[in-house]
């Protein structure tokens, strides 16, 4: 018992270190790569367990500050493409997403990898169920790391972890002192501005608040270089936060994390007229579409959370966490072919809330042996006056209890299990259950088999959707009407990794083998060629039509060959195989369904949507005078986004070289970021081209 107690001391150690190097490394060394390239760092967004990464169930990249700064990343999303397996893309008018193992579907947003800030979960209801890039709720200078569970993790995080979890853990408010203040000035208008600062709260606790803007131009439209589509469209965008987050030590045993936050987005909705002349369609610059008019497409999110901490003892503590946040978004406009009743359209509104308390329980009850249990619930409301047309607000109630067990008997062995069971007032009832066995070969080399079973529900507008107009000549039509017998997607993961952590060589390994089902995929706008009485047209609805098998493997090895040369190299191979579901076939053989009429172009969205292969190298090198000098460089195959789109293979790098510098009792940093330094390049489709862009960074610290 007392051998098992030292342990979990040592790991609460290794924690706080781990900690106090990330959020102190702004003032340390130039390159800061420490964290990142020696021993395998402690996680605790698997099992939720604070645990080496040679005993977690998963496979996890670890991405800290030092690589936040040198892969040259403006946008959080950017980071993912150091992740083997995670696939976005640039943003334009539309915001970037991020997915794991394809399974991209006609969605603005990634529904089905779980992203948390300090245990809140991004995912919002009016969002589609999914995550809005647009709305990033903090700066990446107050990122301490980002831990990616490559994975399903359902047990310990809910529905929305269905293929991984990405967990944005912040600096403590205790290690920000002083004020900083830094710009970003370059081409395609970037104009970034961040003012940070950071002090005490009396003698009880300390602060942290965070006030940027972020801004560019987008991506320059330009014709498609297959069809010679001439671009209609319109883009820019520009984000402001403010953070603020603050740490109580209430007492001896109790503490109290307070958050409260705002960020607000514009970016450009709409599409330009067109005109033929000549037999050719020429647009109309500067003339909006009637129907769908250049317009600004506003959107925000504000959250509150509190968290209270108790610590019983060095093995066992409890935390209570209760977050609210409400999320908005409008790009209204007036469609003149309507009757003036249907006539105000704002399809990405109107109002989303979320009302969410956990609790969590970590304690030893044997000697070998961790437990974390805990449960939660969550009350969610969404209102739209057009998507949801005469309803109100739609409620939907969410809750779960989970328990996540280690068992390490032997030094060469450690078992782990987890469970969670989940109920929805709109999905029903599902049991998740996870398992997996590592074997620790030497201290150095470790092998690990694993079985997860997770689920994914439906966003609310999936199952409730109601969106009617009536045109001007008096027929009605249905754009989208909710599917209340939707079932879950559920995926049945195996993996067979391989960990080796040589520190003699400074170098670590990262191995995964993956073999995935997912039964029940859910496809957005699906007609099913059936007309409901009073309406003129079948509208979109939501349907399960496919199974999917994945598999490939995936990789991630880091070195440090001499004391100022670091690299990490990520790499991936994906292959998709899909069929119908006795609904998708049912659907495939009705010839008034689009599903019919698109059949070969949803099963290559499928089948396509994650590159064969794609590759990541991030170099990390120190240059004479305290110059730091960083490349990435991507290779990414051919891929599909939507399923009327598609985008070829690119190579992409990026640099930066920054100088660190000192006057008298200031600190800061000048620095020069390039992006897409090899030439224009296509991430989501064919008329999006990603030029090369470039800024000068200046950070002053006082």
């Known amino acids: 018992m007392n051998r098992r107690r030292t342990g979990h001391g040592q790991a609460r150690i290794a924690l706080l270190t781990l900690g106090t190097l990330a959020a102190s490394a702004q003032a340390e060394t130039p390159l800061e790569g420490d964290l990142f390239f020696s021993d395998l760092p402690i996680v605790a967004s698997v099992s939720r367990l604070p645990q080496r990464q040679a005993d977690a169930p998963s496979s996890v990249t670890v991405i800290d500050r030092a690589t936040i700064r040198a892969s040259g990343a403006r946008a959080l999303s950017d980071l993912f493409r150091l992740v083997p397996g995670f696939q976005t893309f640039a943003a334009s008018d539309t915001a970037a997403r991020v997915n794991y193992h394809g399974i991209t579907d006609d969605n603005d947003y990634s529904p089905r990898v779980q992203v948390l800030v300090d245990g809140r979960s991004l995912h919002s209801p009016l969002f589609r169920g999914g995550m809005n890039w647009a709305l990033v709720p903090v700066a990446l200078e107050d990122i301490e790391r980002i831990e990616v569970v490559r994975g399903s993790n359902t047990t310990s995080y809910g529905t929305n972890a269905f293929l991984g ?25 970037v104009r970034d501005y961040t003012l940070r600062t950071g002090g005490p709260l009396g003698e009880l606790g300390n602060f942290r608040l965070t006030y940027q803007r972020v801004g560019d131009d987008g991506l320059d439209p330009h014709t498609d270089v297959i069809t010679e589509a001439i671009p ?26 307070l958050n ?52 019983f003892s060095d093995t066992a503590d409890f935390s209570l966490r209760y ?19 249907y006539q105000k359209v704002n399809e990405v509104g109107d109002r989303g809330t979320r009302h969410e308390v956990e609790a969590i329980h970590t304690f030893l009850p044997l000697a070998d042996t961790r437990l974390v249990w805990g449960g939660s619930w969550r009350h969610d409301t969404l209102r739209s006056d057009t998507v949801l047309r005469g309803m109100g607000e739609v409620s939907r109630d969410v809750g779960r209890v989970f328990a996540n067990v280690e068992w390490k008997p032997y030094e060469w062995f450690t078992g782990n299990a987890g469970i969670s069971y989940e109920d929805d007032s709109l999905a029903g009832s599902h049991v998740a259950p996870r398992g997996s066995l590592s074997f620790h070969l030497t201290p150095e080399n470790t092998v690990r088999i694993g079985y997860a079973r997770a689920w994914r529900t439906a966003g609310t507008l999936d199952y409730r959707a109601n969106q009617f107009y009536v045109r001007s000549n008096g027929s009605a039509r249905s754009d989208w009407q909710g599917n209340p017998d939707l079932p879950a997607e559920r995926l049945d993961s195996w993996e067979l990794a391989y960990l080796g952590d040589w520190r003699d060589w400074r170098m670590s390994l990262d191995v995964r083998h993956f073999r995935e089902k997912l039964s029940d995929r859910l496809m957005h706008k699906i007609r099913t060629g059936e007309i409901p009485a009073g309406l003129s047209a079948s509208p979109y609805t939501v349907q399960d039509v496919q199974d999917i098998r994945i598999s490939g493997y995936e990789y991630q090895l880091k070195w440090q060959p001499f004391e100022g040369t670091r690299l990490a190299f990520a790499q991936a191979d994906i292959r998709i195989e899909s069929e119908n ?9 009705n010839e008034d369904s689009n599903y019919n009429g698109a059949f070969e172009r949803y099963v290559a969205l499928a089948e396509e949507s994650a590159p064969r292969r794609s590759s990541s190298l991030l170099l990390m090198q120190e240059l004479p005078y305290g110059i730091d000098l960083s490349v990435a460089r991507y290779w990414v195959r051919e891929m599909k986004w939507t399923r009327n789109t598609e985008v070829g293979k690119y190579n992409r790098t990026d640099l930066r070289i920054a100088h660190p510098f000192k006057l008298g009792p200031q600190r800061g940093e000048l620095a020069y970021t390039v992006q897409s330094l090899d030439g224009a390049h296509h991430e989501q489709r064919l008329q999006r081209r990603v030029d090369r862009r470039h800024w000068v960074s200046l950070r002053l610290d006082f």
Not at 183 to 188: E, L, P, R, V
Not at 581 to 589: I, M, S
């Open 260 to 311: 409260f936050g705002h960020i607000r987005g514009q970016m450009v909705n709409g599409r330009l007229d067109t005109e033929k002349i000549a037999g050719i369609e020429v647009v109309k610059p500067g003339v909006s579409k009637p129907s769908d008019p250049i317009r600004d497409f506003d959107q925000s999110s504000t959250w509150l959370q509190m968290r209270w901490l108790r610590t």
């Open 323 to 341: 977050t609210y946040s409400e999320d908005r978004a409008s790009d209204e406009y007036i469609h003149p072919d309507r009757e003036p009743a």
């Open 232 to 257: 209609d469209w319109q883009s820019g965008s520009r984000t402001d936060l403010l953070d603020l987050k603050a740490h109580l030590q209430l007492g001896v045993e109790d503490a109290l994390e």
């Open 165 to 189: 979890v990405i967990n944005i853990i912040t600096v403590d408010p205790a290690l920000v002192r002083g004020v900083s203040v830094s710009a970003n000035n370059g081409s395609q208008g």
């Open 581 to 589: 579901t006795a609904n998708g076939a049912r659907l495939a053989a």
